[in-house]
Every structure is written in structure tokens, then in C-alpha cells.
């Protein structure tokens, strides 16, 4: 395959000093992230999202942890962070480590993006191997913080908040997991599951005790709000993005890679579940948006069968669960057009100012009026 022009620049940019860490006081939601990334680059547009909202004062991104064994997931994430100014937001790593890289033998057609991101743009991070584990800032960061503050927005498999209810007192806290979580913890969103019942991979695929343990024994007094498959599943995110970022970009360069074949369109699962994570039901003024989502039960709870295999119950008396669904007159090509916008966020800019929101079919009138033409070697 022959690199497009702007991979080329991309490439090139790379070698350029990295940004400064950015030290703006603005303090937003704190949030920590738990993120699968490795094999599919969603992950890249919510790390994204993360870092650009946590830099204009909408997010307080207190650390990213790595659920996934590949060393490149923890490179990659700080290659990320380090593009929008925040190399010293705190990474973990579970172990043990490997040195894996991803191959699509599911359907052959994706690409690996983690270990190239990681080897051709500036990092803070020298070696995964040197980062704390995830109870350990887990622990560490959900006892520093203010009581009821932090939200979790986990985007993998459940393996380290598993660990996280597993962790007796130490000298870190002196609360076991389930009362550090109490205690610390406003909400865990999590994207996993189908809805109202299914099979779906970061529930099943991996590592389904570690998601029977969270589901079971978290904190009937800490909220979770599910974020299923079938929410970003028809929502393509990432159209026309590399006429957006910059060439230079690592969330650009991840995409080309990971989509291939000249796209960068990619379903949205990750980015949806860390913009509801950030902004929660009620939109936001400084990015311009009404209410994103709602909930789409009452009451009840999700209950995982031996396969992995998840399916709500409805059941009055547990009032603390929730799983998502758009907003009334929220499309999902809108929803699509807002992540692809922030995907593509010039990272000095540290404002949350977007573009007027606009669908993407719009989008792609636009484009055919100013009779712009896309050129593409596979």
C-alpha cells in the first residue's frame, strides 16, 4: 500500500520537539479512563475527546489505565497525551507485559496502529514497564480524591476494576476496594454489554469472571451507567478526518492505519461512552450541544449469564443502574459529525470551540459543491 500524502507529512511531523504539558488551571469532571487500547482505534478518538476536554476545562483526566497486555497499548496512549500537551497525566499498565501486536484474524481487513504511533511520535513515557500497575493507581489516585468526585469510564474488559474490588487495605488507603469505591467513587460508566439483553466482547470475549466481580460486587450506592454495542454501533464517527486534523496528528495516523483502504470511518462505541462520560445527560454550553443521551430504563439491573451473555432485569428496587440511549431528536450522524470534530482538535487550542454541528451528508454536499476531490492509492 503507497502512504497518502498527509501520512507522509505525518510522518515527517513526527520528528518535531513535543508540545509542552499543558498547566491550565481549569479543573473539570475527574475522571480516570480504562481503556483497551490495542486492538481497535476507537479507543484513540476517546483518549482524544479525554485530552481535549481535559485541556479546555470540561474534564480532569487524573490518569489512563491499560487493561490490555501488548507494552505498545501504554506507549500509544502516552503518545496521545503527550500530543496535546498532558505527557504527565499518570499511565498504568497491567502485567505482565508482552511485546504483541494486533492482527485482525477475525475478518483480516484492520490494521495495526499501536506499536507505529508508539515508535514515530514524541512520548513522555520511555518504557510500559516503568509504569505503576492499575490497583496501584487506582488506588493512589481514588484516595487522593475528593469524596463522591471521580468517575470511571471503563472501555475494555473489566479485569482491573475486578482487581481494583478485589484490593484489600494497604498503605496506600486503609479502606478495601468495595469501600474505596464507596467512598471516592460518583459514578462507573461503562461500555460493555447489549441492550436490553446480548452477547458483546468486552464483556465475554476476555475475561468474563472479572465482569461477573464488577457487576456483582460493586457498590449498590455508586451509580453505573452502561453504555451498550448497540449504541455506537451505527454511529460512524471519523468521515473526512483527515481533511480536519492536522497532518501531523496521531489520532489522524491512527486511523488510516487501523481502517486502512482509504478510510478513516470507524463505529463509535468508545467515543460515545467518554462524551457521556464527561458531559453526563445534560449537554454542553461551551461545546455548543443540547442533551446528548438519556437513559433508556428506569430501574433494574444487568445480569450476566456463564457465557458472558448479558440481560437486563427489570426490578424496582435497585435504582442505581442505567444503560443509554440518544436523546430524543439526536441523530446518530450528528453524534458522528461532533466526535469526528474533536478527533480532529488542533491541540493548542485550548478552547472547547467547535464548528457549528452539522450532519455528515451535509458535510459531503459541501464537499461536492466546492467540487473538492479525494484522491486514494490502496
Not at 503527550?82 to 499518570?90: A, E, M
Amino acid at each position: 500500500m503507497h502512504f497518502r500524502k498527509s501520512t507522509v507529512f505525518a510522518l515527517l511531523a513526527c520528528f518535531l520537539p513535543s508540545r509542552a504539558d499543558n498547566n491550565s488551571s481549569r479543573r473539570g469532571k475527574p475522571i480516570l479512563i480504562d481503556t483497551d487500547i490495542f486492538s481497535d482505534v476507537d479507543d484513540v478518538g476517546s483518549l482524544a475527546i479525554a485530552n481535549l476536554l481535559h485541556n479546555c476545562g470540561l474534564a480532569d483526566l487524573r490518569g489512563v489505565l491499560v487493561n490490555t497486555h501488548s507494552n505498545y497499548g501504554a506507549l500509544a496512549v502516552s503518545v496521545i497525551n503527550t500530543y496535546f500537551g498532558n505527557g504527565g497525566i499518570p499511565i498504568a499498565a497491567i502485567r505482565p507485559l508482552t511485546n504483541e501486536t494486533f492482527i485482525d484474524t477475525w475478518d483480516f481487513v484492520l490494521g495495526e496502529y499501536a506499536s507505529k504511533i508508539a515508535h514515530n511520535w514524541p512520548r513522555s513515557l520511555n518504557a510500559s514497564s516503568v509504569t505503576p500497575t492499575p490497583v496501584k493507581l487506582y488506588r493512589s489516585t481514588l484516595s487522593a480524591a475528593g469524596d463522591k468526585s471521580m468517575t470511571i469510564i471503563s472501555l475494555g474488559f473489566l479485569t482491573n476494576l475486578a482487581a481494583l474490588i478485589n484490593s484489600p487495605p494497604d498503605d496506600i488507603a486503609p479502606l478495601d476496594g468495595p469501600a474505596l469505591i464507596s467512598k471516592k467513587v460518583k459514578e462507573l460508566v461503562v461500555m460493555g454489554g447489549q441492550y436490553p439483553s446480548g452477547w458483546e466482547f468486552n464483556f465475554a470475549g476476555s475475561d468474563p469472571d472479572s465482569t461477573s466481580r464488577v457487576l456483582d460486587y460493586w457498590p449498590r450506592d455508586v451509580p453505573i451507567t452502561y453504555s451498550g454495542f448497540e449504541l455506537g454501533n451505527n454511529i460512524f464517527s471519523g468521515e473526512y478526518l483527515e481533511d480536519f486534523a492536522l497532518p501531523d496528528s496521531p489520532i489522524l495516523a491512527a486511523y488510516q492505519w487501523y481502517v486502512g483502504r482509504c478510510s478513516t470511518v470507524r463505529e463509535s462505541w468508545d467515543p460515545v461512552t467518554t462524551l457521556y462520560g464527561i458531559l453526563g445527560l445534560e449537554g454542553s454550553r461551551e461545546l455548543g450541544t443540547e442533551k446528548l443521551f438519556e437513559y433508556a430504563n428506569e430501574l433494574g439491573y444487568n445480569q450476566l449469564s456463564t457465557d458472558g451473555t448479558n440481560a437486563w432485569v427489570n426490578d424496582s428496587s435497585i435504582s442505581n443502574q442505567h444503560w443509554l440511549k440518544l436523546a430524543d431528536g439526536v441523530t446518530n450522524t450528528s453524534i458522528a459529525s461532533l466526535l469526528t470534530q474533536l478527533f480532529a482538535h488542533d491541540p493548542s487550542d485550548k478552547s472547547c470551540s467547535i464548528d457549528e454541528l452539522r450532519d455528515l451528508s451535509t458535510l459531503d454536499a459541501l464537499f461536492h459543491n466546492k467540487e473538492y476531490i479525494r484522491s486514494c492509492i490502496p
